[in-house]
């Protein structure tokens, strides 16, 4: 068995790529994908994986949302068509990729709910899915059944942010100085884990599995306002008229729900930054991933600095094997209701 998973491991399979230098609304992002080989070649992937002894990856689908390539249909068609390729890899390279996580398109929730079938047949083991889509927030009732498929099925959620160049203040056309990334994605992670806490959703569906991209963005730094403003004071800053704004009942306290979600290790090699999520999500409930291969070493970077920085923790070897490997193949088996 691998020493060490990475949890959250992008790629483009051969022919989604080739699909995806014919859609016109990814011509712009295709610019830097041309030159991030590793995301891409397998041939180039490989070389940086070698690097790392006992190293394997978890398969998740690459940036764009499906959902802003094209309509619905096209959007289910290439979520279909990365999950046949991820399928494929898997079954090609088993040692180098033991499992992965599929894509959905939520435009077309019937659609998808098909999809969360057909990918778990192909050897699905969950399901990455956006903040947002096109806007729209997860907890909107139209992507209820989505959520109730992936919860009858008992696989687990990979939550990714996404974002673009949302204007930092009314006044500014667009985001300055790539803000809206460092800052804006951690925000989009926090405010989705958000609507689906007040959403109910866990109440709806105990046992439901969600990794959070990046330790839980801003969750584990925040979590005294969590506590004062959530679980002490909701409603004191709302006044009467946006009472409509307001959650209705939940069974726990909101803090209790925040930490049900999982976190992954994908802080770039910050150990300080590692040792709050650890503190706050707890040693069972933390993946090892790197968000390869987006760094100027094709994803070699962020391997060696994440695995650098959970090193510098000092952590026992039993937490430390469940990090890099126990937390995650716990995760990838059914939860069986």
Known sequence: MPEMID?????????????????ATASGPLKRWINLRSLYDLDVRFRIMDKFAGYSQLLTPSMPPVEELGDAAEAA?????????????????PERFPAFIGALSFLDPNEA????????????????????????????????PIFDAIAEKGVGIWLHPARGPVPDYPTLDKSHFEIWWCFGWPYESSAAMSHLVFSGLFDRHPHLRIVTHHMGAMIPFFVGRIEQGWDLEMGARTP????????????????????????DTALSGSS?????????????????????????????????ETARAIDELNL??????????????????????
């Open 7 to 23: 949890a959250w491991t992008h790629i483009f399979p051969p022919s989604y790529f080739a699909r995806l230098q014919t859609v």
């Open 77 to 93: 068609d290439l979520s279909k068509l990365m999950n046949d390729g991820l399928a494929e890899l898997v079954g090609r390279h």
């Open 113 to 144: 709910v098909r999809e969360v079938a057909r990918a778990i047949a192909l050897g699905a083991r969950g399901f990455q899915i956006c903040t947002h889509v096109r806007g729209k927030p997860l907890d909107d009732p139209s992507f209820l």
């Open 240 to 263: 009467p008229s946006d009472a409509r704004l307001l959650p209705k009942p939940l069974k726990k306290r909101p803090s209790d729900y925040f930490k049900m979600f999982y976190a």
């Open 272 to 304: 300080s930054a590692t040792r709050c999520g650890l503190d706050y999500f707890g040693e069972k409930q933390v993946v090892f991933a790197s968000d390869f291969p987006f760094d100027a070493e094709g994803g070699a970077y962020l391997v060696r």
């Open 316 to 337: 026992a070897p039993t937490a430390k094997a469940a990090i890099h490997r126990d937390n995650l193949m716990r995760l990838l088996k059914p939860v069986l209701k």
